[in-house]
């Protein structure tokens, strides 16, 4: 059963990401790399792939001395998703899975190896930081339900962003709070196939009358 829930903090920094995940993580984070998120250990991430394609694409749109980075890498996810896309339709295993993508992890460590040592100072810095977390980029290689981009997560919190963007936020913990609930409620019932408005309906006459409410998640 799929479950959102969305939490709002303040502030938008490291302590805001502990407030909410806790000292100890469970589970995989799907993240991009900003680097408030290497407070997470990486075989506990995984970094989005539709992030760093479009990472690629700005160093081959950019052009100079270092666009065969971007040319390679854009190949290199190419590869990644082919075979990713070939495991989920059931053609291959996650054994051949990990197998197709061993030589392809190599020539993207190459790729940024020779891309961080380059004449290029902006495609070098970029190189450096995919570097340093290179584990987390193969999580979905390893780990089962993980997939190579975080698409699914952003679908999931675009009706959040774009209230946000409306209403500029909320003003209030009791606004935040109601915020975080209607949210998570209607996005949960979205995944789970049911009618949002209706659970809302029963809740509220669950709460005027004393009786027990529905739940979202199982007993």
């Known amino acids: 059963m799929g479950v959102a829930a969305f939490v709002i ?3 938008r920094s490291a302590k805001g990401l502990k407030a909410i995940l806790g000292d100890d993580i469970e589970g995989i984070l799907h993240s991009d790399r900003w680097h408030v998120y290497l407070q997470v250990p990486e075989d506990r991430r995984q ?17 100079g001395p270092s666009e065969f980075v971007g040319r390679r890498g854009l190949r290199i996810v190419r590869e990644s998703f082919a075979a990713w896309r070939a495991f ?3 053609t291959i295993p996650r054994e051949r899975l990990r197998e197709l993508l061993a030589p392809v ?3 993207l460590g190459q790729t940024l190896l020779e891309g961080a040592f380059g004449d290029d100072p902006t495609v070098a810095k970029f190189c450096e930081n995919p570097i340093q ?3 987390a980029l193969w999580t ?11 698409n699914f997560m952003e679908r999931l919190v675009r009706r959040a962003v774009l209230w946000c963007r409306r209403r500029f936020g909320c003003n209030s913990e009791a606004g935040c709070r109601f915020v975080e609930r209607i949210l998570s409620v209607v996005q949960t019932c979205r995944l789970q196939k049911t009618n949002a408005l209706e659970f809302l309906t029963r809740a509220l006459e669950a709460h005027r009358t004393g009786d027990g409410g529905p739940r979202l998640l199982p007993g």
């Open 133 to 135: 977390l290179e584990p």
């Open 9 to 11: 903090h303040a502030k």
């Open 88 to 90: 989920q339709a059931g």
């Open 47 to 63: 970094l989005c792939w539709a992030h760093l394609k479009r990472d690629f694409q700005k160093i081959v749109d950019r052009g």
């Open 140 to 150: 979905f290689a390893r780990v089962e339900g993980v997939e190579p981009t975080n």
């Open 105 to 107: 992890e190599h020539r």
